[in-house]
Every structure is written in C-alpha cells, then in structure tokens.
C-alpha cells in the first residue's frame, strides 16, 4: 500500500463515519439523541473558541457563554417577528462573528492588566453583567422581551430550504435535526481547522509565549496587548457564530441560556479534554455535553434495575454524578483526558 | 435622607455577611493561592444544617435565640469537617498539577455538594422560623432591627477574633509564615499541610456562621444560595485585595454598601431607565472600576513583576 | 567607532532604594561590554529599564543614533535590543525549537488571515522561520533537543537555548543577564566560544555576568556599578586595578 494514500484514507474514513452517525444514532436510539449529538457539535464549537483564549493564551476567561449569546440574541432580533425582521441567516452569522468579536475586545481592553484569578472573576462579571441587560431590556424600551425571552425566530435556512422541516431526499425524508447535524459538522469542521491552522502559526505561538512568560513575550517584541485581543476576539466570534445556531437551531432564545454554569461548562470542557490541545478539547465538549444527557436517561432505569424502585431524583443524580466525574478526572488526570502530544511524550520519558 | 440611611444600614449587614464569607476565600487563596470554588457551598451546608437542628429545638420549645445557638453549635463542626474534606480529597492531591485543574474540581465539589443537599433537604426553600429579636428601632427616619444589629456585632466580633488569631497567636505567625513561603516554612518546622487544613477549617467555621445569618436575615434558605452568595463574597475579596485579611472585610462591606445604594438609587441615576434589577451589575461595575484603577484590589499589595 | 548606545542619566528607585543613580554609558558598535559590580548593585535593573520592563524615573537613551522608545517593551525589541534573564525566562511548555521560533516573531508578519489561508507566502515565511531557529539551534548546541520542552532541558542547555531565542530576533544589540551563572567550568568554556563567536559575526554583547575571569578575559570595556552609582567605566585591566572598585567588592559581596 503506498503511504501517500494514507491520509486520504484518513479523511474519507472519518467523512463517512460523520455522515452515518446521526442514522446510526437516531435508528438506534431515537431522534432525541441525534439531536444531543446537535447540541454537541454546538458545544465543541464553543470550546474551541473558548481554548483560543484560555488554552493558548492562558487568559482564564470565565464570561465566555456572553458571546454566545450575543451571537444568539443578534440572530433573535434579525430573524424572529419581535422586531418584525427576517434577515437570511448567511448574513446574520458573519455579522454575529463580527459583532461577538468586537464585544471579545470591548471586554477584554479593560482587562488586559489584570492577571490570573483578578481576570477570572472580572470577565465573570461582565458575562453576569450581558445576562442580567438581557434580562432586563425589556423596559422601558422591550429589546429582549426580558426573561420570557425571544421566540418563534426563523429556522436557519440554506438557499431557500428552512433546516427545521424534513427533507425528502433520495426517497428519504430526512427529519430537521439531522440537516441541522450536517450544517454544524460542516461549520464544527471549518471552526477545527481554523483553530489549527492558528495552532501551528505565528500567532498561534504568540499566544502560547504569553500564556507562558508574558514578560519574556514581551521582550521577544510581541505586542501582548494586541495579541491578547486579538485572542479576545477570536474566541468570542466562534461564540458569536455558535451563538446564532443555536438561535436559529431553537428557535427560542432566553436569558436562562446564558448563565454563568453555562461558561462554567465550557471551561470544564477546555480543562477536562486537554486544555491547548485541539483534539482533547473535542473530546472534552463531546463528552460533557453528551454525559449529561446518558445519565439523564439513565438515571432512572439503573435505579430501577438496582432497587427496584427511583431512589433518587433523576436530574439530581445525573448532576451528582457528573459533579463527581469533573472531581475524578481531575484528580487522576491532572492535564486532562488528552493532553497534547509533547507532553505526554515529555511524560513518558 | 431616610432612604439614603436605611440602605446603609441594609448595606452593612448585608455586607459583613459577605465579608465573613469572602475571610475564607481570602485565607485559602492567601495561603495556597487557589480560588476555592465550594466555600459558598459550605455556606449553604452551614445554614441548612443549622436549621435542621433549630427547627426541632424550637419545637421542643426552646427559647428562640437559643435554638438558634443549637443550631449554630451544630452547624460549625459539620462545616468544619466539610471544609476539611473538600481540602483533602480535591485540592491536596493537586498541589503540583496544573493551574485550572484544582479549579474544576472545585467546580466539581460544588456541584455535588448542591445536589446532595437538595437530596437531603429537597428543592424547596426552607423558611427561617421567626425566632431573632425583631423589634424594630427608628434611626434618623431609617429603620434597623436587633437582627441586624446583632448580625453585624457577632460578624465583628468574629473578624476581630480572626485578627488576633493571625497576627497574635503562634498559629497565626505559622500562617502568616506558610502564606510567604511554604517551603521556607516548612524548613522552619511549620507543617505546611496541618496549615492549609486548620485555614480550611477555620474558613468554614465562619462559613457557617455566615449561613446561618443569611437565613436568618431573609427568612429562607435552599439547596441553590450557596452559588450566588459565594460569588458576591469572592468579587468582596477581590475587590479588597484577595489575600489580604483586611481587605475581604472592607470589600464586604463595601460591597455590601454598594449593593444596598445600588438598588436603592439605580432608578433615579437612569432616570427610571433601570430598576433594582440591575443591583447585580452595579455590584460587578464598581469590580470591574475599581481593578481597572487598582488591578490588585483596594488593599491588595502592587504587584510590579519581578523581571 | 561608532557608538550604539548611549544611556543618559538613568535614574531608578523602588519605595527607598535607589536601584540607579544617574547612570550614563556608552556602549560601541561591535565590542563585548560588561555591566559588573556587587550583589543588588543595580546591574538588572539597568537592563529592565533599557528594555522597557520598569519605567525609568528619569533619563533616556539612544540606540544606533535615534532616541530609544522605553515606553513598552516590544518596542525596545524592535529597535534591536534582545536580551536574556538572570532567572531564565523560557516558554516553558514549549519545545525549544518552538521557543527560538518565538523569537522571529518580529522578523515575521503573518496575521490571522494567512495563518487560516496558509497561502503560499505564509508557508514560505513559516519555512523560512523553522529554518533559521533550526541552524541557531545548532549554533548554540542544543540541536539534538530541538522537540524537548524547554522546561526539561538542563540548565545549561536552557541558558543556551535562551541566547539562541535573543538571536533569533537578529538583534543590533544583544544583552545578557550572567549567562553564566550556575554552570560548570566547562559549560562556561562553550559560553565564552560562543559569545566571542558572536562578537566576530559583528555583533554587539552587553553582559552582566559575576564570573571575573570571563569578564576580564572576554569584554573589550567594563562599567561597574555600586548602590546604583557608575564609579569605573574602562579597559577590564585599569578597572581591576581602580581602588573604588576594589573597595567596592571586597566591602560588599564577593563577586
Ligand atoms: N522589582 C523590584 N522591586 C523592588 N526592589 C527591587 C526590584 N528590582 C530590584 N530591586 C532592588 O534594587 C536593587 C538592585 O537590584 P538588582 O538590579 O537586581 O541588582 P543586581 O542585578 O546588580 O544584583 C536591589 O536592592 C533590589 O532589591
Ligand atoms: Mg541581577
């Protein structure tokens, strides 16, 4: 076998196992996990946004979930009859990227002489603080509709096709989480490749120089005020954009969406996977976003098994457990379930 | 000035609660450099815990006040032996790993510690019985009960017994002494981690005094205010200089005060444009204001880098 | 010859301790240049200044005949002053070859455009940086370790590796914090190899360094400073012979 066709093999592999996996999962378990699966390409998206920022440049944002929603709020508002717009969604989501990035230097310009934990809670500030305006501004002039939120927004739609009715394709109907799969594999990937191909650039070492020794960055003559934002806006424009799927994807949004547990998840994410390590982020935000939902549907008939009867709340369980898992993780893999190949090598040696 | 008045006096229990709480965050971070994420969780364990004993004790009848006591009594080694155990089994190990990981087990303890508490208390809010002196007393046009007042005394008097125990006692000085430097410390003959313990400990002592004040002073308490309270505590201890003793008590305070005003005048300084509602952002906008100016806090030392 | 840089009544002070008083030098195109004197004599100091990581209370400098912007520390960089740290300053979790390729940052323009796009001029100047912290690497010895995070290599060998980053950023001037500090004698003979090696390709060393016999075997003039105050700039053989420098050592810590 020649190794020049390895690669390619690689890729059709894996297309082919993204384009089987919402059947393979909705045949087998029902068209509610496929859209788990959804809301995990959604969260992926967010972590690798998040990673920009924390993992690589080492700026511990904990306000992140404000992106999204002002990305998701941006599409609400241009795209639902609360204001009577009805903007196209291939013009909605660069804006939100470009509008959530403008927010990421708005917010992160005051910030940039703090350091560490001082960081952590001002930008935790200004997330509580984006959630509690959209909470509010429903007087006295309504923008946000206030905590009922925004509903009946415009599903994404591509050349015309709204993603939220089934699809008849091939003599198949196809239902509209699986088209909404499609698009956000497809925008999941461009979001991975971007964040790689920053990875391994110049500003990607930037980043990780000032993540490092900010000092030392400097006098290597980085800027770190610009590539700090620079890392600001980047990570908070792939919120922006996942901010405006899920808008589009829901159809509702509301202010309860964006709560600081929100950010707090995303972060577990980015630690959790193998923080700076693309691949260990994925992993990350496909299984806290997945987790949650296995024990959810699990909790109930385990116990049922187990004692015969439900011991314990459902909900509270799978909270507990997930809480415990963030703590077990942790302690027995301090860099993550999948820390970046340097240093795992480094270890083993 | 009634209104002006009486959110001061709002603002300043409300704010030694905060300062009591943000003591413990202030403490760990002093000495380890770690943000504990569970102490507010540790309040609300405090209060419950305290109210599952006070509950029976006044049913029993008990004279209220002393109920409360019982309850108190209770509540502070369980606290205690929480704050010890959260130290052990989520921080300990990772002395040496990586920043952020102690961060999410922090994160990871206060989750469970949220849903066991609402395994064992439920999800409803727990009304505190009405056992505190309430009588009200007139103040230049602004009112304050004995509640409050006893509040803000107790939490007083416990920051000053904090105080001296630091800057007094052979403990604090091997406090003090581990918070410089640990490993200096420890070639000094201070067991580092029997420190990090007893701060753990102590913290949660007071913890649990502040739930129970919480409880007290708006008559609930739930498996959910730990969260929210926690936070305000930690933006007081930042906002004073987190590591500084003196400083989480004046960000308390403060932060109180400010919160108290904020929702009191937010309305007329916008022109009705934003109500109470906003009393949170207030809270985090005189944060963000004042680290922008002083970006290690009102009393916290100036950090220039060493390069 | 000409004058590279000229620093002009530098003045620095931490609370009480005055760290520089009104120190002026002058340091010439292509010489080694050694910054001497006691413990907390001010040596690091005067290079955080220079470089732009404390404020200066007053004075100034010129470097290559214009005035030099202290104001941050990038700045400093891109004027062509490159320098290494007393307590070396490494991007720790960082491979040293990554690590010199930090150092091209300025000698690069990539932004986020090309590093997404990868067009053909990205992948040439990316080509172009890998190579050059390659060959430094090699220039300094530590080529072997080039994918070996920094944090694990000797401390040597990170001592090295900190030069070959300054080098990276072709500086006009290059400073270095006692490079030799902690290293054995014959760590210390490659140093002396190398900076000699960097004098002949023309370069200009500033070097604050605690080792006597280096100092005196390697620099071309030496400045020594006491409680922040220049009291000898010379020749190292009239320096060494100057009482008040003699005083200086032997009533403060030995050097
Ligand atoms: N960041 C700082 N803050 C306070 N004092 C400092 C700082 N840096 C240096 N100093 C003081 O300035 C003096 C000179 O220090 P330094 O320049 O490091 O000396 P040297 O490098 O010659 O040993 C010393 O007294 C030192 O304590
Ligand atoms: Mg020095």
């Known amino acids: 076998m020649n190794t020049h066709a390895k690669p390619w093999q690689g890729i059709v592999l894996i297309a082919l196992v993204l384009a089987a996996l919402p059947f393979a999962v909705g045949l087998g378990m029902g068209n509610a996990w496929v859209r788990v699966l959804d809301f995990a390409l959604l969260y992926i998206m967010l972590a690798l946004g998040l990673n920009i920022v924390v993992g690589f440049a080492g700026l511990l944002d904990l306000g992140y979930i404000a992106f999204y929603a002002i990305g998701a709020y941006l599409y609400a508002l241009l795209a639902s009859p609360h204001f009577g717009l009805h903007w196209p969604t291939w013009a909605i989501l660069p804006l939100g990227a470009l509008v959530s990035g403008l927010f990421g230097i708005l917010l992160g310009a005051p910030t940039l002489r703090l350091r560490g934990d001082y960081l952590a809670i001002v930008t935790l500030g200004f997330g509580e603080i984006v959630r509690i305006f959209l909470n509010n501004l429903n007087s006295p002039v309504n923008i946000t509709n206030g905590p009922q939120g925004i509903a009946r927004i415009d599903p994404i739609s591509i050349a015309g096709v709204p993603l939220s009715k089934p699809l008849e394709f091939l003599g198949l109907a196809l239902p509209g989480v699986y088209l909404y799969y499609y698009l956000f594999v497809l925008l999941a990937l461009v979001i991975i490749f971007i964040s790689l191909r920053l990875e391994d650039s110049r500003i990607g070492r930037a980043w990780v120089a000032i993540r490092e020794d900010e000092v030392a960055a400097k006098t290597c003559g980085i800027n770190v005020r610009n590539v700090k934002l620079l890392a600001f806006a980047m990570g908070a424009s792939f919120g922006g954009v996942a901010g405006g799927l899920f808008a589009g994807f829901q159809e509702f949004v509301s202010p309860e969406s964006f709560s600081l547990m929100e950010s707090v998840m995303v972060l577990c994410m980015v630690v959790l996977g193998g923080m700076g390590h693309i691949p260990g982020v994925i992993l990350g935000g496909l299984l806290l976003a997945v987790l949650p939902e296995v024990l959810r549907h699990g909790a109930a008939p385990v116990q049922k098994l187990l004692f015969g009867k439900v011991l314990i709340d459902p909900e509270s369980l799978r909270m507990l457990l997930f809480g415990l898992t963030l703590i077990l993780v942790m302690l027995y893999r301090p860099a993550g379930l999948w820390p970046s190949a340097t240093r795992k090598r480094e270890l083993s040696a | ?279 949170d952002v207030f809270a985090f906008f005189v944060l963000i204001v004042v680290l922008i100016f002083r970006p290690s806090g009102l009393m916290g030392e100036k950090v220039s880098e060493r390069a | 010859m000409n004058v590279l840089l000229e620093a002009v009544g530098i003045n620095k002070s931490f609370g009480g301790v005055q760290a520089l008083r009104d120190v002026s030098l002058t340091i010439r195109q292509g010489e080694i240049y050694g910054l001497i004197g006691p413990n907390g004599a001010g040596k690091t100091t005067f290079f955080n200044v220079l470089t732009g990581l404390y404020a200066a209370d007053g004075g100034g400098f010129s470097f290559d005949g214009q005035p030099l912007d202290i104001a941050a520390p990038h700045l400093v960089a891109a004027a062509g002053i490159a320098r290494t740290f007393q307590n070396i300053r490494l991007f720790a979790n960082m491979t040293a070859l990554e690590n010199v390729m930090v150092g091209r940052h300025l000698k690069s323009r990539a932004g986020v455009i090309g590093a997404v796009l990868k067009n053909a001029g990205t992948r040439s100047e990316e080509a172009a940086i890998e190579r050059r912290a390659v060959e430094l690497l090699h220039y300094v010895g530590i080529a072997d370790h080039a994918n070996a995070l920094a944090r694990h290599l000797s401390y040597g060998d990170q001592r090295r590796l900190e030069i070959a980053r300054a080098l990276a950023m072709e500086p006009k001037l290059l400073a270095l914090d006692e490079p030799a500090a902690g290293m054995n004698a014959t760590e210390t003979g490659a140093l002396r190899l190398l900076i000699e090696g960097l004098k002949n390709d023309g370069l200009t060393v500033l070097l604050i360094e605690h080792d006597v016999k280096l100092v005196m075997g390697l620099c071309d003039r030496v400045v020594v400073l006491d409680y922040g105050e220049k009291i000898a700039e010379d020749v190292p053989e009239k320096v060494r012979r100057d009482p008040k420098v003699i005083e200086a050592y032997l009533g403060g810590a030995v050097a």
């Open chain 2, 1 to 279: 000035m009634d209104t002006f008045l009486q959110q001061i006096f709002n603002g300043l229990t409300l704010g030694s609660i905060y300062a009591l709480v943000a003591l413990g965050y202030t403490m760990v971070y002093g000495i380890m450099g770690l943000v504990n994420f569970a102490h507010g969780e540790v309040v609300m364990i405090g209060a419950l815990t305290a109210l599952a004993v006070i509950k029976p004790l006044a049913a029993a009848g008990l004279p209220g006040p002393l109920a409360v006591l019982g309850g108190i009594a209770v509540a502070i080694p369980v606290a205690m032996l929480l704050g010890f155990c959260i130290e052990r089994i989520a921080y300990r190990p990772l002395r040496n790993a990586p920043r952020l990981a102690p961060l999410i087990t922090a994160i990871g303890v206060s989750i469970v510690l949220q849903q066991l508490a609402m395994i064992i208390w439920g999800r409803n809010y727990h009304s505190f019985p009405p056992l505190m002196p309430a009588t009200v007393r007139e103040f230049g046009g602004a009112q304050i009960t004995d509640l409050q007042i006893i509040i803000v005394i107790v939490a007083g008097a416990m920051m000053v017994g904090l105080l001296l125990l630091v800057n007094v006692t052979r403990l604090g000085r091997a406090m003090r002494a581990t918070a410089e430097n640990p490993q200096i410390a420890g070639l000094m003959g201070v067991d580092a981690n029997r420190i990090i313990s007893l701060t753990f400990v102590i913290g949660s002592a007071l913890a649990a005094v502040a739930g129970v004040m919480v409880a007290a002073n708006y008559g609930i308490a739930h498996y959910n205010m730990g969260f929210i309270l926690g936070l305000k505590a930690f933006t007081a201890a930042v906002l004073g200089g987190i590591g500084n003793l003196a400083g989480a008590m004046l960000g308390g305070i403060l932060l109180g005060i400010i919160e108290s005003l904020g929702a009191g005048y937010i309305g007329d300084l916008t022109g009705g444009f934003m109500g109470s509602d906003y009393q």
